[in-house]
């Protein structure tokens, strides 16, 4: 791995700069690139975010869509290429030929199983978020934070800490975010836009949330399939805190849930409590994450069996599952 002060020099040598993030990106994913660049247009940096997904409607109210180019990269448009909170060149979706045997990439990340893809690598394991090592990334660049860039940074350390409740939550956490706050994070703001933009229509999902989950021993968990979406009128993202809600009740100790993206691909969502290490169900099934929030993208022939398909993985795997270790 490198060093943030080197990467700093690379960055500050160069003029025009790509960005990238994770496909179906979060608010983590959106903050820490968003917030980079910013700070790189401060440094007067030529800046070009790309990326191909649509935002959510809590996204579009906390940052710009124009601001991002959904065409191709050409790769000699550009001195540098950066991502942030992206662990493989899987997670980059049709952008992975950027990364591909190219010397001119940097990774700046905070999940355990980075693959290090790039030539030069910062990964930070310990932070909640990925907003938190750009945070660092934005010191060492020597540019001061503004309203708008601790806006973006605190929209990211927010959300992956599940406002500040998850494990990951640290002494470090705070710290940066009072000090976003010092610069004037609207935290307000992001409150509002995050937990209170909710449409009316979400009420259906909740409802089909709380009528349709099961239970397996100490996991809860919940499917959904295309067609149902499809007639409750709603998206992906109507469903996308399900894991996340089954996991605060005392009898469950993990949860997971599975929306069907596209006719027999399914996003799986999982969530753990202390002592749970769910990231080791999500890499058997050729995903990642963190240890108490992981996913990964199944195929299956129908709900049913893309359900069973975690179970079973979950049972062959309980002891392992079991952590101390955090
Ligand atoms: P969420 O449940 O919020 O969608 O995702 C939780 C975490 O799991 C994310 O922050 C990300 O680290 C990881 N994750 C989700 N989906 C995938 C996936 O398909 N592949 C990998 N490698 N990680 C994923
Ligand atoms: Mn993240």
Redesign the pocket.
């Known amino acids: 791995m490198n060093k943030i002060k080197d990467i700093a020099k690379i960055i500050k040598k160069s003029k025009s700069i790509a960005l990238f993030t994770h496909i179906?990106p979060?608010c983590?994913a959106l903050g820490s690139t968003f917030g980079l660049s910013l700070a790189l247009k401060k440094l007067g940096k030529n800046v070009k975010i790309f990326m191909k997904d649509d935002f959510t409607a809590s996204q579009h109210l906390l940052f710009d869509e124009n601001e991002v180019c959904k065409g191709e990269c050409n790769i000699n448009d550009f001195d540098i290429f950066i991502c942030c909170d992206a662990?493989?060149i899987?997670?980059l979706g049709e952008y992975g030929y950027v990364f591909e045997n190219n010397d001119k990439t940097i990774v700046i990340d905070h999940?355990v199983?980075n693959k290090m893809m790039a030539k030069y690598n910062y990964i930070e394991s310990e932070s909640s978020s990925c907003c938190e090592v750009v945070f660092k990334f934005i010191n060492a660049l020597k540019v001061k934070l503004d309203s708008e860039i601790a806006t973006k940074l605190y929209a990211g350390l927010s959300t992956?800490t599940s406002s500040f409740i998850n494990s990951n939550t640290n002494a470090n956490s705070f710290l940066v975010a009072t000090k976003l706050c010092l610069a004037n994070a609207k935290t307000q703001f992001v409150n509002q836009a995050i937990y209170q933009s909710k449409s009316l229509n979400s009420v259906v999902f909740k409802k089909y949330l709380l009528d349709n989950f099961k239970i397996d021993g100490e996991c809860a968990y919940v499917g959904i399939d295309q067609q149902t979406l499809e007639q409750l009128n709603g998206k992906k993202n109507d469903c996308?805190g399900y894991?996340k809600a089954l996991i605060n009740y005392k009898e469950i100790n993990y949860s997971f849930s599975l929306i069907e993206e596209e006719p027999n691909k399914f996003?799986?969502?999982?969530?753990s409590k202390i002592g749970f290490n769910i990231r080791i169900i999500?890499e058997k099934l050729g995903?990642?994450?963190?240890v108490c929030?992981?996913?990964?993208?199944i195929t299956a022939n129908n709900l049913n069996e893309a359900i069973n398909l975690v179970l079973s993985t979950i049972n062959e795997n309980k002891e392992r599952i079991k952590t101390e270790k955090i």
Request: charged share 20%.
């Open positions: 179906s979060d983590d662990s493989s899987n997670r999940h199983c992956d996308s894991s996003s799986l969502s999982m969530r999500a995903g990642g994450g963190h929030a992981a996913g990964a993208t």
